[in-house]
């Protein structure tokens, strides 16, 4: 029998409404939970409430924020078994992937609660002996806008810093995973005794999203935005709170490479391959979307990299956790990833492995002759299909790993840390890591992106400093010389 979420959590308390949309499972096309359909107005009340709670939230003692931070963080690990059945009933996901990002989030309201310690300002000098103050304070309402592909780390990295900060928080979860992205989080706040509408949550159907969306970023209540997601949604969302003179911090898609080099550990780069292409069917934003061999050890890579993808077993993750490929999230993203495939092998690519379409189901597929005239050369993918290239030098590698719109993340993997570090030295990207895959995230560090892939990063300080406003601030001890005149 299906959930029913018919409720949203706003100032505290949660509030009926009048419709409810269908939360479906992707990988068998069932109806997992019913869940609240936010009209406009139900929006503006929730903005409202929120900008009622963050009077008493941000007047609150940090280390009272810290502590509902560590609380969230304890509830969180207590309802991790029941969250990883959702994340893959809602989202398709793998076990292991849900046990991970389940167990994730409480290591995110950690770090929050560390946050609250940091400092906020600094003491400038002052020519006229003033005591003279930079500080940062919170900045009032922050929307926060996620993505479904890992809808707990997602949402609770979007506002996690920003409310230990304190500001108050409205959180839009994705229509794909609305319990996952923000009706789990309600129901932690609310079992913990959060303040009235430092936390609230807009749930609503694709039907109504559009209007909804602008809401968010638009009411001025709004004071910043938190966007995950893809790289056109992320655009609009940046170009309209821009022209409301309003803080964004966007973190948008990827077109990543894995760089083996030739004096490179090829068993480990060939499990890093594996799992930076497939975990999660690919649908990470960080995945490894093009795998760069040396020519001195492409034919020694390519069967081990084979191998270990053959293993990879395709299946409905919520009826055997055996089944690592689930489906993807609907039928829009197969679509993408099918016309991808289809396009690359038209165009002279080779399927080494996988190449199988079957409804939202993608096999794990690996190709080789890919090229620059090929979609799946020049687009994100968000599926499990990845090229391998061969290179003859670095810097051919640099050039075609630097040969995307996109900036995330990247790969190096090499015997050689000068040269790794070189090498990502030169990558176009906003992170990038030596001798592990391009996916790599952890709460305290700044994570975003180049390029078409953000703007200003998520993490640790980095968070903090996107959603609060400096203020200059003195004490003057009578030592400014005014005009005798006046």
């Known amino acids: 029998m299906a959930r029913v979420f018919d409720s949203y959590y706003a100032g505290g308390s949660w509030n009926r409404t009048a419709r409810t949309f269908p939360d479906i499972n992707p990988g068998n096309d069932q109806v997992w939970a019913n869940i609240a359909d936010m009209d406009i107005n139900d929006v503006r009340r929730t903005l409202q409430a929120a900008q009622e709670g963050f009077s008493e939230w941000s007047q609150m003692p940090f280390t009272e924020r810290a502590n509902f931070m560590l609380k969230a963080a304890d509830e969180c690990d207590r309802r991790k078994d029941d969250l990883c059945a959702a994340l893959q009933a809602e989202g398709g996901g793998w076990w292991g992937k849900g046990m991970f990002e389940a167990g994730f989030i409480s290591t995110v309201f950690r770090a929050a609660a560390a946050m609250a310690y940091q400092s906020i300002g600094e ?70 005794g959060l303040p009235k509408g430092a936390f609230n949550v807009v ?46 911090c966007v973190e948008l898609g990827g077109k990543d490479s894995l760089i083996i080099c030739d004096d490179a550990d090829l068993e480990k780069s060939a499990q890093l391959a594996n799992f930076g292409s497939f975990m999660h069917q690919g649908q990470i934003c960080m995945s490894v979307e093009k795998v760069l061999v040396h020519e001195k050890v492409y034919d020694k890579f390519l069967p081990m990299f084979i191998e270990r993808a053959r293993k ?50 993608v096999e794990p597929t690996i190709l080789t002759g890919v090229t620059p005239d090929m979609l799946i050369y020049q687009f994100e993918t968000f599926g499990p299909v990845v090229p391998v290239i061969p290179f003859r030098n670095d810097e051919e590698a640099i050039a075609i790993a630097n040969d995307t719109d996109y900036g995330l993340s990247s790969g190096i993997m090499t015997a050689d840390e000068n040269r790794g570090l070189e ?64």
């Not at 500080?135 to 592909?149: A, E, F, Q, T």
């Not at 004071?223 to 609009?236: E, I, L, N, P, Q």
């Not at 993203?333 to 038209?346: F, M, N």
């Open 312 to 361: 990879l077993k395709v299946g409905d993750p919520t009826s055997d956790r055996s089944n690592v490929i689930g489906p993807l999230i609907n039928d829009k993203q197969a679509g993408i990833v099918k016309t991808q495939l289809e396009d690359a092998i038209a165009k002279g690519a080779k399927v080494l492995l996988g190449g199988g379409v079957n409804g939202r189901y």
């Open 123 to 192: 003491v400038l000098p002052s020519e006229h002996g003033k005591v003279s103050m930079a500080v940062r304070v919170p900045m009032g309402v922050i929307s926060v806008i996620s993505p479904w592909n890992f809808p707990g780390i997602l949402s609770s990295r979007g506002f996690a810093i920003p409310m230990v900060a304190g500001n108050s928080i409205v959180l839009k979860p994705s229509e794909e995973t609305p319990y996952c992205g923000g009706i789990f989080f309600a129901e932690v706040f609310d079992a913990i």
């Open 203 to 248: 749930t609503c159907s694709r039907d109504n999203i559009a209007e909804i969306g602008d809401e968010l970023i638009e009411n001025p209540i709004i004071k910043g935005v938190s966007f995950t997601g893809s790289t056109a949604v992320g655009r609009m969302i940046a170009a309209k709170a821009g022209a409301h003179l309003k803080k964004t």
């Open 423 to 486: 090498i990502a030295s030169r990558l176009e990207t906003g992170s990038s890591h030596v001798n592990c895959s391009s996916v790599n995230d952890e709460p305290h560090a700044p994570f975003g992106g180049a390029k078409s892939s953000g703007v200003s990063p998520h993490g640790g300080r980095w968070s903090l400093e996107a959603f609060t406003q400096t203020r200059w601030i003195t004490l003057d001890r009578g030592h400014r010389h005014l005009p005798p005149v006046f």
